[in-house]
């Protein structure tokens, strides 16, 4: 059927436009995801769903516990339109229903702050299973809540007197790094077949006029022949 689907709104589509979603797909991962813990920025909330669309991380969550999410449109450059955004807002603590959801789904939990037992990016091991990278805010860095509850703890080497980047340039360098090295691995880090067939109706439901209705009249008409 979804398949069946999938054709049937490709008809709707230019065929570049067509070849372009399944060539983004292919290269979209969710082996490593992002989590972003009470950021309040716009900017550089936006800056990293920017960059994580733009090096093909599909999953971002975002925990609000003090703070609400909020995107600034000049950034962000419709870059979630592309992603999958998870929001944990609904709990007491937020933080640590997403570890718990994110561990249930087989993630590592890896904080990314300078700690006794830390790794440096260039030793993190790709291998070891998915992972779920934390990022907290500027001032506060990330919460208690995911220093007690983390499998790894990650750091960027620096070498001046500062002690840390910017939280959207500290998710741009380990994201780059990482997707970079993890597309010449013998990992599978792609989405399944499903998950890019998914994924593929979502986007094509989305950039087609009247997607939506288009879609419930293929699926009412198929169900019937069936």
């Not at 969550?61 to 999410?69: A, L």
Request: glycine letters at 4%.
């Amino acid at each position: 059927m979804e398949q069946h689907l999938i054709d049937y709104l490709s008809e709707f589509l230019t065929e570049e436009r067509y070849s372009l979603f399944k060539d983004v797909i292919s290269n979209r991962t969710n082996y490593l995801t992002v989590v972003l813990e009470d950021i309040f920025q716009t900017q550089n909330a936006s800056a990293v769903l920017r960059t994580c669309e733009c090096f093909g991380i599909q999953d971002v969550h975002i925990v609000e516990n003090r703070n609400k999410f909020m995107v600034n449109v000049d950034v962000v450059r419709g870059s979630t339109n592309w992603l999958d955004l998870h929001f944990y807002n609904e709990e007491k603590n937020n933080t640590l229903k997403a570890i718990e959801q994110l561990k249930s789904n087989g993630y590592r939990i890896v904080a990314t702050t300078p700690h006794a037992n830390d790794i440096d990016l260039e030793n993190f091991n790709l291998h070891n299973g998915k992972a779920a990278f934390f990022f907290g805010t500027e001032r506060r860095g990330i919460s208690d809540v995911v220093k007690a509850n983390a499998d790894e703890f990650l750091k960027i080497p620096m070498q001046g007197f500062t002690e840390s980047l910017n939280i959207s340039v500290s998710v741009a360098v380990i994201i780059h790094y990482l997707t970079t090295k993890i597309r010449t691995s013998n990992i599978d880090w792609r989405l399944s077949d499903r998950e890019q067939k998914l994924l593929l109706i979502k986007w094509m439901t989305n950039n087609v006029k009247g997607g939506d209705l288009i879609v419930k009249q293929f699926l009412e008409t198929n169900t019937m022949r069936l």
